[in-house]
């Protein structure tokens, strides 16, 4: 066993050192520092040579896949350290399985990103999936975001064969829409547009994803969806091009330039909660493709995570393929997706006991 001399701060005795009061405390906190390695060793020395995954709550072959696909084709680079991103699909509980999985069980070190659906910033306040809430395992205020690639409301569109062409049609005929879940925005919409507009959509739930949805739609068993108007241009742009559908009805707080002619289910409707009801739903859609870490991350890493997705939005190859692929880029960083989440929170309870009532009586949970 090593022997180590008593050490005094002031006078020396016979076989003593002496070791100044400032040296000592310096000599203290550095043992202190390596004592968390995890939280003092430098993002770059951290990521290099490690793989990033980004976990994404819904299905392979949708608009939420596709974005996460090509954002980890681009990504690494700027992450210090260079890391590689691979995606995995975690659908389930309409993004509630991969959020609970990333708030419970992920590591907190920075290789894991999950991209929830974008109801999931919603379901602490609405409840859909539970009215006690015990379906979420989560505080979302303990996440730490990082952006979203994309802001896009949802649309209704029909197959060409479908009865319907204009909203009237959708008030006078019934139509069959695929849908996952009843607590899906593929479900919700067409059922809040019954409620507030009178139309007559039916949605039949149990589909994986969207894949298997446009599938249906083709083989005749649904004759339309809800989806973000990307997965249309984008993993369906041949039936965009030959008209083999007709969008009705968008749910943004306005009309989208792509689709002018389509009016909002808000400028329809009358009442003036309805639309607050409408405005409070629509700021998912300013989160569509959301990016966020578990709670514990080091801040080092998150401010790096944060940084590197902003470079990546303007980087040029990642441009070049999203529009390619018909991928639109309207994003938002950290700060501004954190201010969405706050409205979300900070929007007065009626306008979210409205909503509940609406969807109660629609059967959405």
Known sequence: MMRVNRVEFCGCRRGTARVPP????????GVAALSGPALAQPAADFYRGKT??????????????????????HMGRHIPGSPKLIVRNMPGATGLIMT????????????????????????????LLSTDGSAVKFDLARFSWIGTTLQEPQVTWVWHTAPARSVADLRTNVIVM??????????????????????????????IGQNEIDLAVERGEVQGNNTSLSNLTVSRADWVRDNKIRILLQYGNERLAAIKDVPTVAELTTS????????????????????????????????????????TM????????????????????????????????ETPQAVVDRLRELLARAGAR
């Open 314 to 345: 303007k980087d040029s190859q990642y441009l070049d393929e999203a529009r390619r692929i018909g991928l639109d880029t309207n994003w938002l960083g950290a700060e501004a997706i954190g201010r969405q989440a706050r409205q979300i929170q």
């Open 178 to 207: 695929g849908a996952t879940a009843n607590s899906a925005d593929n479900y919700v919409l067409p059922m809040l547009a019954n409620a507030l507009l009178g139309t007559r959509m039916q949605a039949l739930t149990g589909y």
């Open 22 to 29: 400032a040296a000592l405390l310096a000599s203290i906190i």
């Open 272 to 311: 003036d909660l309805d639309r607050d009801v409408l405005h409070f739903y629509a700021l998912k859609f300013t989160m569509t493709r959301p990016l966020l870490v578990p709670p514990e991350v080091p801040a080092e890493r998150v401010a790096a995570l944060q940084s590197a997705f902003e470079a």
């Open 52 to 73: 990033v995954e980004i976990v994404v709550g819904a299905a392979a072959a949708g608009g939420y896949d596709l974005a996460s696909r090509t954002l980890a084709n």
């Open 100 to 127: 609970n999985y990333l708030y419970n069980v992920a590591k907190r070190d920075g290789t894991v990103i999950g991209m929830p659906t974008s109801n999931v910033p919603l379901e602490p306040r609405l409840k």
